[in-house]
Every structure is written in C-alpha cells, then in structure tokens.
C-alpha cells in the first residue's frame, strides 16, 4: 500500500514556506537565491519565521562588526522560532561559518540545526533538502547542482556573481582564508545564467566579484574580463550591465579601450575601491598605485570623460598619522568622487594589519570616519545638483511604502542597495520600466524624478 506523501512531508502540497535573510555582500544574495532556486521543491517566501518550514541566514564574516551582526541575527531568529508549535529548521551559511568553522560555532550556538560552510557552497540545496528529509520534509536536491534561482531583488536588476575567492594578498584582508583564491565561473555557463535572469524580465545585471579584473586568469586558456563582456552585451534584453568591483591595477589601457567602444549599455561606471590616498599607508596595506593613487582614476577620466566613479576607504589604518588623514581629505576634495564609502580599520584576528604596530583608538578612528563622510556629502550634492533640470533614464524598482504613486527607482550612476536613489512618478512608472523623466530636484544623495 502506497504511503500517502502530503502526511510524510508534513505539509498538503503547495511550496515550501521559508524565510531568509542575507547580509554583508552581494555576493551572498546570490548564494542564496541558487540556494532557494535549487532545492528541487517549489518554494515561496514568507515574512513571518513562525509560518516557515525553513528559517536561512547567510553571513557575513568579513569583518568584526559583520560577525556581531550574523550572530545577532542567528540569536534573534532562534528567540523568534523557540515558541513556535511547530519549530522550523534554522540552517545558517556564508562567510561567518567560512572562517570560525562549524565546531566552534555549534559549541556557542547549538540552536542552530544545520551549518553551512562556503567550502561546501554548492552542496548547500543538498545539505538542506537532507535535513528538511529527516524532518520530514521534501526530498533531497541532487549534490552539486545549481538547477534554479529564487530571485529576491525584484524585477529591475539582478547581481550576477562571476567567481570565488581573491587572488590578492591586502593586510587587513580575510576574504582570501575564508572564499579562498580566485575560481573563476566559465563564461558560458555565466552568459546561460545571465539569460535566464534576462527572460524573466530582469532589465540591469550587475557583474560582482571580490576582484573583477582578475575574471579569467585562472581559467584555461586564460581569459580576460573583455571576452566574458563581448559575450554578455549582445544578450537581448539587456539594458544595463555595471562592472563591480574593480582592483585598481587591473583598470588597464585595454580594458578602457573596450568599454570606450562596446555601447551605451555598458555603463561608465567605475566601482575601484582605492582604500586610502597616502603612499605610506597604502604600502603598509599591500594595494597597488601605492605612490601615486591618483593615476587610476586619471586613467579612466581620460579614457571616459564622462565615467562616474565610487570608491572606498578605510581610516584608521594602523600607523595612519593626522597628516596621512589629511592627505586622505584633500584627496577626496581633489578628486571628487561621486560616491564614497567610508570604513573605521577593524583589526581582524589572522591578518598581517592585526599585528602592526601603531594601532588606532577607536574614537579616533570614529572622528575620521565622520569627518570624511561628511565632507563626501557636500561633494555629493554638487554632483547631483547638476543633475537637477536633465532628462535622464530612470529605472524603476519597487512602490513606494508610504506615498501611493510615487515610486523608487534608479538613474544610471546609482548602484543598487549602496548608492542614492530616485524617487519617481508619473505615467508609464510601474516596478521593472525604463522610464525617461526630468530630474527635478535633489537632495545629499537622492534624486526627484517625474516621467
């Protein structure tokens, strides 16, 4: 006599609830979309943990206020799920897992039920649809397979992550002994990727790696970044395709000279995270263009007159003295990025950094952070009051939460989830649309756009 299947799985058909949650990187919103669209079940997202079947966390481990972060999250959930009459499985992945292990956190945080190390990343459907099983839930996943992907950022844009792992060595940096060195994606499975994303209407992919530059070099033959673009930006669909993250010294002559002449959907935006300004403390980070910072980003203002640029920055970086900071400042007044993000040095147990001389209070390391910010902010608004009176592309996201009929979207220099946003109306504004609209106002970092 046949078992009737809706009693074993615990559940009468339909998808399997579950309720997720990424944090640090983009990187990690993918993982957990192959995640969500591998498991061989449907699924369906829910916003309350007491009605899933499934409670994902994905990690971050980067540094120590990311990992403060990832075990809050982990604690909360487990206070959250504790009195629900039917307890859902709490599996927890990503970066934090990487780097302490799942011995030692299993020690601190037995509520969790299933760990999730990246050295297993593609076995992770797997490894839950095994744990679901003995819960009585759906069947396994087969090993090793990315099948499907559950996007999560809505019908605009998608991230597509082009590799593992980092071949550089920076000081302060963990990436490498936690994803790894670099493991590049082959350029045909991710041009199929990029146009399944394409068919369900995504209109901008975002190209992310931890060095994007280094796409390629590991592969054999050896490729470079421009063969993974020539075969992405012919792909019908596609609007937008933004380069992230770009290692300063691969922003080579070449690379410039196709993106000069590869057409308007490839955007001029440059994400090439500098780190600081002043030779001393670049040296003692191991970065590139260590004497002279500035010749990458005349590099690309010479190629692309016309080329936006982000960068990052870390102050308080062990040794930095206040006239390495002021170095820092005038550079950024100088060079007047468009976007800057701005990062208090955390010393990070296993890195070179950890154990230099010379380092930081953290007060101090604090006044810096906000003395650059708020000096980027000023610059920021110069860039955006030029904008103001334009008439540019706006992309359009999602519903505003509060104000019916207004919308929020994206012109091109805005990067999804770090950058400013546009707030937009108007006829034709529906969440996934292309919409040219007049810029109409401004404030630091937003823009007001009608169609």
């Known amino acids: ?23 640090g990187c983009p990187k990690n919103r993918v993982d957990t979309e192959h995640v969500l669209g591998s498991l061989g079940i449907p699924v369906k997202s829910v916003e309350h943990m007491g009605r899933a079947r499934l409670v994902l966390i994905n990690t ?12 809050r999250a982990v604690l909360d959930a487990a206070e959250r799920i ?14 934090m897992v990487g780097r302490y292990g799942v011995e030692e956190l299993a020690r601190e945080l037995p509520e ?22 003995l819960r009585e839930e759906p069947a396994p996943a087969i090993d090793g397979a990315w099948p499907g992907r559950l996007l999560s950022t809505g019908p605009a844009h998608a991230w ?11 000081a302060f940096c963990t990436i490498p002994s936690i994803r790894g060195p670099l493991a590049s994606a082959p350029a045909a499975a991710l041009r199929e ?24 070099a590991d592969l054999t033959p050896r490729a470079r970044l421009q063969d993974l673009l020539a075969e992405l930006l012919p792909l019908d669909g596609l609007a937008w395709l933004r380069l992230l993250y770009l290692y300063p010294s691969g922003v080579t002559p070449e690379l410039l000279r196709f993106i000069q ?15 600081h300004a002043h030779p001393d403390v670049l040296s003692r980070m191991g970065r590139p263009f260590a004497g002279d910072p500035r ?31 002021d170095a820092l400042c005038r550079f950024v007044e100088e060079t007047r990025f468009h976007h800057v993000g701005v990062f208090a040095y955390q010393a990070e147990s296993g890195t070179p950094a950890a154990e230099m001389p010379d380092q930081i209070p953290d007060d101090i390391k604090e006044r810096r952070r906000a003395t650059l910010m708020e000096l980027q902010r000023d610059i920021s608004e110069e860039h955006l009051a030029a904008m103001t009176g334009s008439r540019l592309p706006v992309l359009v996201e999602r519903p505003h939460e509060e104000w019916p009929g207004l919308h929020v979207g994206r012109v091109w220099f805005q990067m999804p989830d770090v950058d400013g946003i546009t707030y937009v109306s108007g006829p034709g504004v529906t969440p996934g649309a292309l919409v040219e609209c007049d810029i109409e106002d401004h404030t630091a970092y937003d823009l007001t756009a009608l169609a």
Request: aromatic content about 6%; glycine content about 10%.
């Open 112 to 133: 969790v039920d299933l760990w999730l190390p990246t050295g297993d990343l593609t076995r992770w459907p797997a490894m839950i649809a095994r744990a679901l099983a």
């Open 60 to 71: 971050c481990g980067f540094i120590a206020p990311a990992v403060s972060e990832s075990i």
């Open 295 to 325: 010749r990458v980003v005349d590099r690309v203002r010479d190629a692309l007159p016309d080329a936006v640029l982000r960068t990052t920055f870390i102050v308080g970086y062990p040794g930095e003295t206040e006239e390495h900071f």
């Open 193 to 216: 990727e990029a146009q399944r994303l394409l068919a369900q209407g995504v209109r901008e992919i975002n190209l992310v790696a931890q060095d994007l530059t280094s796409w390629g």
């Open 82 to 95: 504790a009195g629900c009459k039917r307890k859902p499985l709490l599996a927890v992945a990503g970066c």
């Open 1 to 23: 006599m046949q078992k009737d299947s809706s009693r074993r799985t615990g559940r009468q058909g339909g998808p399997l609830p579950v309720w997720t949650q990424s944090l």
């Open 160 to 170: 597509l992550k082009v590799g593992e792992g980092c071949r550089h060595a920076c």
């Open 261 to 275: 002449t590869a057409g308007p959907n490839l955007l001029h935006y440059f994400d090439i995270p500098l780190q």
